[in-house]
């Protein structure tokens, strides 16, 4: 059973960058079916995906978001991080990561990506 | 700012049957598969149906997930007090080259 875990600090003052890291257990972070997300949940808001790197090795970004983001791999730790830089108040939120699954459908021929496990998310306050 | 639209709030009484619906567009839901999320209070999100209307292991069959056009709905039957959570529809966007999640809809039990 996968398991994610979010960490970092809680707080982070204006114009500096958000740092988090998500350490995976139960599986390996470098496995070919396996590529990472980050997502985020402002207070009392919807869910926004921010960046994911691919089991390829490429990224992809929310393009509201893709000037200030990095997301990057440490093997050795098992574990992947986000950077955010520039952040203002309206980057205090949630932070998850999940892994986002290849699924194929035999029914209807139809491949796809979807979040099948997240980590129980870390509030990250900009003040 | 979300390209896939669901209503604010959904409600019914226990054993009934809610539906919540998703709208999107020829580049989003017309395009790409569906999955759903259910998120109960405080907690992280967590995949009810993927690939439109696939459930994972463990998720009841009183959940189920269709879509057409550039539509999509998720259909709760047997309504019960545990269902009681914020659900996501998600999918993809061609134009935006990202991943995008519905604007939520809060499922309460009368």
Known sequence: QLQLQES????????????????????????IENSWAWIRQPPGKGLEW?????????????SSLKSRVTVSIDTSKNQFSLK??????????VYYCARLADYYDSRSYSIGRYFDYWGQGTLVTVS | QSLLTQPPSVSGAPGQRVTISCTGSSSSIGSFDVHWYQQ????????????????????????????SGTSASLAITGLQPE?????????????????????GTKVTVL
Do not use: M, W
């Open chain 2, 40 to 67: 109960l209070p405080g907690t992280a999100p967590k995949v009810l149906i993927y690939g439109n209307n696939n459930r994972p292991s463990g998720v009841p069959d009183r959940f189920s997930g269709s879509k």
């Open chain 1, 8 to 31: 970092g600090p809680g707080l982070v003052k204006p114009s500096e960058t958000l740092s988090l890291t998500c350490t995976v257990s139960g599986g390996s972070i470098s496995s």
């Open chain 1, 50 to 62: 921010i960046g994911t790197r691919y089991y390829s090795g490429s990224t992809s970004f929310n």
């Open chain 2, 83 to 103: 269902d009681e959570a914020d659900y996501y529809c998600q999918s993809y966007d061609s134009n935006l080259r990202g991943y995008v999640f519905g604007t």
């Open chain 1, 84 to 93: 955010l830089s520039a952040v203002t108040a309206a980057d205090t939120a």
